[in-house]
């Protein structure tokens, strides 16, 4: 058989926009170079005649056994190994591997995949001899590609975590997943607020129509929409962080990163194990996955089941059957492989996340505003809190509630209080088939996927028990993502391997923006004058409650991306120690992003209305703003003269509107000029303005490997992440397309006699464009008010730099019975060029309707980060010979660094390490185990985030038993 490699996952090299100067002068030469090179390995290979077989040694070697952890006691392993190689050979001969690979092996152990995986991996066809494969057991090896390759022979900086090691500290969403990963971070927020930093860039106000700049693929299908990665994730193989820009290669391109999870595959061998957690906060976890044949050597299935549910640990005292963080979380997902023939296979998977509901939005706990701003001028304190609360309608309305006494510092039990606070309602689904075909003359590859996701959020927007701002907050009634991957992999003998191939992506989706108000919302949004004057009497307070009762509002986006794109990259073996990666890709995108805006329950002042806004009838009179009077043009309107009599009579008893006093008037007008402002400016269908281009991606990365220990690389990749539409106020702004150069050079070494795996890179990345919230001059509220008017849109950043260190290793076989992983980094990333940013809180008296960020670091981006992961295995005689003691834990150290998007100085979360630890006995065979883990055992409680009035409370401590097993 053929070795039909694929190349390495590539960084691409660019052409234009943001290389330095040095490199400026050859970046069009270096661009020609790239895709002559990559499209000669195609051409090439079309009229190359199939390679000599491999020799029948490489048919024979096989995989190591593959273990469910991370054994690291390889005289173990030697002696298990030729019972696995025997079963392996069975097993090919069987054709049950023709799925390929889909996992990793962490450092200094076996392949991280459950017994019977070896079915899975056994068409891979390692290069190595007999001799060298108990020699090797110790080498990290990457399993998200077509062959299995080591680690140190990949040319960009990568990490590789098992599932085992994951599910030991019941590691499960993507924070606890990624902080065992180096200089990736999961930032805080819920399904659509979260987002994927990586190398200090990344965490950014998320707009639903813009592309991930961290990738995320599941099963070798790419996720479009970051929420799509937010639930949990189980029965892990491996999990891969790959950093720098990649797509070259195939699957969806992206400028900083990406992660790749894979699960366990079918097997023909008979599989079943489980996992049962009980902890703190009535906690209950449940795991277990079921496989093998259904008929022999033709088809095999697995199913996997996940339940993560329990209570928060903060209440909410409004109604306490209400907890923020709590988990209400259940999986499933079933798989099955059909192996008709030794050359064809197909891989089919469906998966399921039902309705969930959990607490996460409204987190927030309050301290008092400063009174001086940043410019040293007061505060002006109008719209705070604390002013608001002062009210006698708030005051009277709930007289044992107050600003000093609760409001603030959550309560003085750090408990929430509010009224119409709901859970976060979060669906999804999807599935893909994947199909191998061996050609002969290469390896065919068809990945068909579907998924879809459903949000809704109801959020209290005052955070407090009275009846203010209810039913508001974003909502995805309608998304799905359609994709489709063709690839061919092959080679030309001995000096080249390459992939090329076509990918598909389109996503639809409609994402609700609305708005919803109480019977309070009136005494809480009116400025102090028009509180004063509808607060004086019982009409005016009945005018005042009725504006904006029940009103609510949507603002719906309607979103659709069509991404086609061709990709071509080869790994060149130009001498035995010299090998140079190179590839291209060309992406089609057109984007169209529609939006509207309208009334979706009028609610108590529907007869307060304008007569139209912005050309849609409203029902209702319109007024002069200073004086409540009728308009010259309503005035001579004899339906617009009957609605405002109609408002006379019910508020003040008197038949018509002329009748009413100025001060009569002047409520009225009060009234309707705060349910004007609330509802805002309405608009029909606004198609927005498209974007269509076709972006390139390159990718030339050389390796050399100076011996079996040491192996240096360089890489250059080049990306564009497309652009977007926006509309405020019915005006559509077109966000530029972001444009990536990264540079890397790094060296991989395993030293000590391969006892210690040393991977260390520096790295350097240039953006143009850079795609996060900014402020804009709002053309219909300049036009409107004759002056210019800002607004905060998703927009371009000039300039973004980035550069740092990164290390990742694991040391074997030193400390007796313990292995050990770790990761580390320095960033530096910052703006070189950002003068439009929006003002921090403290900064809004300024004059200026932005402030010049240029030069500051980005949010969310430590300077250093580090993790540690040790784990301690010993063989004990408690129940029989075939125990063992076992002990691990997770430490993960962040420095500095500020939350806030506008970079307040007030947001500054400081420095802090969280620990996860798990203790146990068990069998070795896995067949029981039982375990003691604790999550955060030291109670870190750093905020998530922090502005100059409030902080988001972190996760305490939390312990639990789980139960491990197999039957």
Known sequence: MKDYSTSAEPQTLGPDAGVPKTVSRRRTLSACVAVAIAGASLLAATDAQAAPAKKAAKRNAGNSKAASDLELENQRLRQELAAAKARELELIRKGSAAAGAAGAVAAGGATATEPGAEAAEAELQLAEQEDDKAKDLGEVVVKARPRLQKLKDIPNSTSIRSGEELHKELAMDLGDILKRAGNVKWNYGNARTSSLSMRGVGQQAQTDAMDPSVGTIVDNVPYAYNPLSSFDHYDIDSIQVERGPQGTDGGKNVSLGRVNINTRRPTFNREATYSATYGQF???????????????NFLAWRGAFHVNKGEGATKNLYNTDQTWYNRDRVSGRIQF????????????RFDANPRGEEFNNGNNFYTPTPRISANGLPTNLNNDAGTRLARRWFREGKPEYSYQNNYLYGNGENAFNQDAQYALITASKGGSVEAN??????????????????????????????????????AVPEFRQLSQEIKFTSNWGNLVDYVAGAYFNDRKMIK??????????????????????????????????????????????YIHNKTASAFVNAKWHITEPLTLET??????ENRRQETDKFITNQGSGAALNPYSVNGINLGGFDTVTATGALTAAAAADPVQVARADAVALKYFGVATYAGLNATQLRQVGDAKGLRAGQMGLLWGREPGRSFKSTQPSYQVRPTYKFNEDYTGYLSWGYNEKAGLSQTVNSVAYLVEPEKTNSFEIGLKSTLFNRALTLNTDFFWTEINNYQQAVQV??????AALGQDTYTSITGNAKGVRAYGVEVDGSLVDTIPFTSVNFS????EAFYTDFKNAGKAAEWNNLASPTRDLTGQTLPGAAKFTFSISPEFRYPVEVLGSNQEFHTSFTTAFTSSYKSDVALSEYSVIPANTTTDLSIGIGRKDRAFDVSLVAKNIFNNQTPFAKTWNSWQPGIPQWF???LNGKF
């Open 824 to 827: 580390g980094s320095y960033n």
């Open 282 to 296: 009535n906690t209950y976890i449940g795991d277990a996955a079921l496989g093998g044949a259904v008929i022999d």
């Open 777 to 782: 001059i709002d053309q219909y509220q300049t």
């Open 437 to 474: 075909w061996d050609a002969g003359i290469g390896k065919f590859t068809s990945i068909t996927a579907y998924r879809d996701f459903e949000f809704q959020a109801r959020n209290d927007g005052d955070s407090t028990p009275f009846d203010v701002q209810k039913n508001g907050g974003g």
């Open 337 to 348: 492989l059909l192996t008709p023939s030794e050359t064809f296979s197909t891989l089919i």
């Open 960 to 962: 639990g038993v789980t």
């Open 583 to 588: 590839g291209v890709r060309f992406n089609i």
């Open 512 to 557: 609700g923006n609305r708005v919803g108000f109480g019977r309070d919302a009136g005494a809480w949004l009116a400025g102090a004058g028009a509180y004063g004057r509808l607060d004086a009497d019982s009409a005016g307070r009945q005018l005042m409650m009725d504006s904006l009762n029940e009103l609510h509002t949507d603002n719906p986006y």
